[in-house]
């Protein structure tokens, strides 16, 4: 079990100017994914954070300014998916995988 928040249970969606957020929703065929794992990892592959996403597919991390890899375990595979985070503000990512 991972320590990040319960992603049903996240505050209102607030960004200050010193932080960014990467947040979004997982969907398989156009429907919600929950229970999938998303993992936040730097520039360089190495692993900063894990949530698994809530009953409406949702998630939510808080970084630092740059590159970031998605990484989106789910039953039957894994996706990557490539985001940039600006301090200030929240950088929104669609992940549909597969069927």
């Given at each position: 079990m991972c320590g990040s928040p319960d992603q049903d249970t996240l505050p209102a969606l607030s960004v200050s100017a010193n932080e960014a957020v990467i947040h979004g929703f997982v969907t398989r065929d156009g429907s919600p994914l929950p229970g999938a794992y998303v993992r936040l990892l730097g520039s360089t592959g190495d692993f900063t954070a894990e949530v698994q996403t809530s009953a409406t597919g949702y998630f939510r991390f808080y970084a630092a300014d740059g590159e970031w890899t998605l990484r989106t375990l789910y039953r039957g595979g894994s996706l990557d998916t490539a985001v940039s985070a600006?301090?200030?503000?929240?950088v929104e990512a669609a992940v549909e995988?597969?069927?």
């Amino acid at each position: 079990m991972c320590g990040s928040p319960d992603q049903d249970t996240l505050p209102a969606l607030s960004v200050s100017a010193n932080e960014a957020v990467i947040h979004g929703f997982v969907t398989r065929d156009g429907s919600p994914l929950p229970g999938a794992y998303v993992r936040l990892l730097g520039s360089t592959g190495d692993f900063t954070a894990e949530v698994q996403t809530s009953a409406t597919g949702y998630f939510r991390f808080y970084a630092a300014d740059g590159e970031w890899t998605l990484r989106t375990l789910y039953r039957g595979g894994s996706l990557d998916t490539a985001v940039s985070a600006t301090k200030g503000a929240a950088v929104e990512a669609a992940v549909e995988v597969p069927a």
